[in-house]
């Protein structure tokens, strides 16, 4: 499961991806800032196209195996309502050496911020919504 | 529709009038007509048919599930 509306749970995705040859694990999570362009953020929805989402990202866990020495690549991205300090998105990529995992890890979530299909509704505690401005599909 | 494209159109859907097949760029042109809000958003919109991106020039066919998909803005 890549999408999902449950709290993503790191322990989960480190059992998952548990190599005795990977020395380096780098873990990148994003969570709910409580501000944005100057206005005080209370909370967001996330929503996605569930299964191009699903595929995207999928897609782009195996290009980090192929383009960077990682053993092992997870993403997940939570939809639905998430308060402040929330993790919206995990990656995990486990290396048998570190600047490996450090690259592949940023790769993935710059590509996920690029090409998988999410939206981000944040509201602001003056009462007013938007959508955060994105990065069109390919 | 989804995202911004949803919050345009006031809905999780919108209907038109299109003779099945039809390339997706007529799809959106028809969107653009029956839209005002749409119409600025759809030249940064993606078209998906099914769980594949497709290019303007893609055949629809009728029972075809086709999503407008705005920029995106996932992560953090």
Redesign the interface.
Known sequence: MRIQEAPLRLDALLAETDLPDCGGLVVFSGTVRDHHDGKAVTRLIYTAHTPVAERMIGEIEQEVLTKFAVGACRIQHRIGELRIGEAAVLVVVRAAHRDAAFEGSRYAIDEVKRRVPIWKEEFYADGTRAYVEGCALA | M???A??RVGGESITVDVALPAAVAELVAALATANAGLAELLP???I?V????VPRDFVVQPGDEV?V????????
């Not at chain 2, 099914?50 to 991106?53: F, I, K, N, R």
């Not at chain 2, 920029?71 to 953090?76: H, N, Y």
Request: with cysteine.
């Open positions: 989804f995202g911004p949803r919050e940064h919109c993606a998906a099914g769980d594949e991106l999503a998909l705005p920029p995106v803005s996932g992560g953090c």
